[in-house]
């Protein structure tokens, strides 16, 4: 059995025509129709490198290392591709990794720092071992940005666009910082053609020589900036996206970031303690009129990166690969863009972020074309991708076997997911539980908290931590809250002795 992972970078669960018929996705619609769609899957942290370290190592970020954005995954860490390299599969990676910083130091180097990054003569001799993936092709910008370089820059310099630096942003590039919604790189030439294609020519690769395989797709879009080329940049009117809105007086029994975000100008300074960034600890207000504009552009890159994913979902029907590969679409976290009357993404965690797309399409599978409300975990995928191969999975991991659950031979793999967020030694660190019908959210440090009760409030505007009402229901998750935590330990290896 292969594995096809495909997965986008911040991608709110609604946002696929399954799900919002305002949008156009008809490649991950046919997906669906194809397999089951999860509508109750959820990352492990609200930030990429330590979800996207969790999605090769089946550990929460608080046990593999990478617990932040600005850390890296210790090389020492086992992954699933090193299973897979075992087993004799071929092991690939063509995208967007972030499990290293933007920023080398002697003690924690990094590939992909800014100068290493553009550092194009590496490049041409490097395309792996990388954390479990024999081979490698690899960028970190997202749109314009100036973290461009690595293997799409090669890719573009052989495409014959020498001019590659007028679609990026200043230093690296020339384009001004600021510009957004239209990109006026050809679609030729952007990553998404890039991705497509090479995913595309392993898979003949892999096609040819009936090598088996673990092969990941990462795409870019649609994390911010908000750019995307014509006709896509037009595609979606401003004036017809719905803008989710805040709901009067939602924060009142939030934590102060929550508060702080509705502020013109808050002073935040007791979050940012190391000196360097922390998502979503800011003003969150905006200008409606922009809003949807740039909800237009989101839409946009969705519709465009579906084309793509489609092109490899093509390649791999006409290969016939069809019968002997799971193939699951996910992203690592989601986004706000109105709801809650924030904005990206932040320790605010609601379902718009920390809620997933996730379809599932396999051999063997009962009722494609449903819906399941199953609970997924990202720290699931090791485990269960290497059970659907009838490989044995590696000591330390902390996920759940999901394979009887995707094939509809199972109704449930877990009744809970656990979500972390720590993104600042000494300031921001929430852990939230989350069951089949509310969710809890604890701060350290803190005494507020957040209690939802989902099957009656799933919008969560009303905070009932301190209701009185609900202390039993509190009690009750409290207590759950601590039995996941603990069952969350990894197993790091069996016991062999008495002593």
């Not at 749109?143 to 230093?171: A, I, M």
């Not at 595309?200 to 994390?223: C, G, T």
């Not at 805040?246 to 007791?270: I, M």
């Not at 009962?366 to 590696?394: M, N, W």
């Amino acid at each position: 059995m292969n594995i096809l992972l495909i997965t986008s970078d911040q991608h709110h669960w609604a946002t696929i025509g399954k799900n919002t018929p305002e949008i156009a996705t008809p490649n991950l619609d046919r997906l669906c129709e194809k397999g089951i769609c999860f509508n109750r899957a959820y990352t492990v942290n609200p930030t990429c490198t330590p979800t996207r370290a969790s999605i090769i190592t089946g550990k929460y970020p608080s046990q593999h290392g990478a617990w932040t954005l600005g850390t890296k995954l210790p090389e020492s860490e086992p992954t699933v591709g090193d299973e897979f390299i075992k087993a004799g599969y071929r092991t690939a990676l063509v995208g967007k990794a972030h499990f290293h910083p933007l920023n080398s130091t002697e003690l924690y180097p990094s590939l992909e720092a800014d100068a290493v990054m553009m550092d194009l003569d590496f490049w041409k001799k490097f395309n792996g071992p990388f954390y479990g993936f024999q081979h490698v092709e690899l960028a970190r910008n997202h749109t314009s940005e100036y973290h461009v370089g690595q293997h799409y820059v090669l890719w573009l310099e052989k495409k014959g666009c020498h001019n590659w630096r007028d679609y990026f942003q200043q230093p690296t590039g020339n384009m001004n910082p600021s510009h957004e919604l239209t990109w006026d790189i050809p679609e030729e030439y952007h990553y998404n053609t890039w991705i497509a294609e090479r995913t595309n020519a392993l898979l003949d690769e892999y096609a040819k020589n009936k090598d088996p395989f673990f092969l990941w797709a990462s795409f870019f879009d649609p994390h911010p900036p908000y750019l995307v080329p014509e006709p896509y940049a037009s595609m979606y009117d401003p004036d017809e996206v719905t803008v989710p809105k805040l709901h009067p007086r939602e924060h009142n029994l939030n934590s102060p970031f929550h508060k702080l975000s509705q502020d013109t100008n808050p002073d935040t300074s007791q979050y940012r303690l190391s000196g360097f960034g922390i998502h979503g600890v800011h003003s969150h207000l905006r200008d409606e009129a922009h809003l949807r504009k740039q909800i237009a552009v989101y839409y946009g890159m969705i519709t465009m990166m579906d084309k793509y994913i489609g092109q490899i979902l093509d390649n791999l029907e006409a290969r016939g690969l069809c019968d002997d590969t799971v193939v699951v679409f996910t992203t690592d976290h989601g986004h706000f863009f109105g709801h809650h009357g924030l904005v990206a993404k932040g320790p605010f965690m609601y379902e718009d972020l920390i809620k997933l797309p996730f379809i599932v399409s396999c051999p063997e599978q009962q009722e494609k074309g449903t819906v399941s409300s199953a609970i997924q975990s990202l720290v699931d995928l090791p485990e269960t991708f290497l059970s659907f191969c009838d490989l044995p999975l590696p000591d330390g991991t902390s996920g759940v076997n999901q394979k009887d659950v995707w094939l509809g031979r199972t109704k449930e793999a877990r009744t809970w997911a656990s979500c972390e967020h720590h993104h600042e030694r000494g300031s921001v660190n929430v852990r939230t539980y989350i069951n089949a019908t509310h969710k809890l959210s604890l701060y350290d440090h803190m005494q507020h908290g957040e209690l939802f009760d989902l099957a009656n409030d799933p919008g969560e505007t009303h905070n009932r931590w301190d209701d009185p009402d609900y202390a039993k229901v509190k009690a009750q998750l409290l207590y759950e809250f601590a039995m996941a935590e603990i069952r969350k330990e990894p197993k790091f290896m069996p016991r062999v002795a008495d002593a």
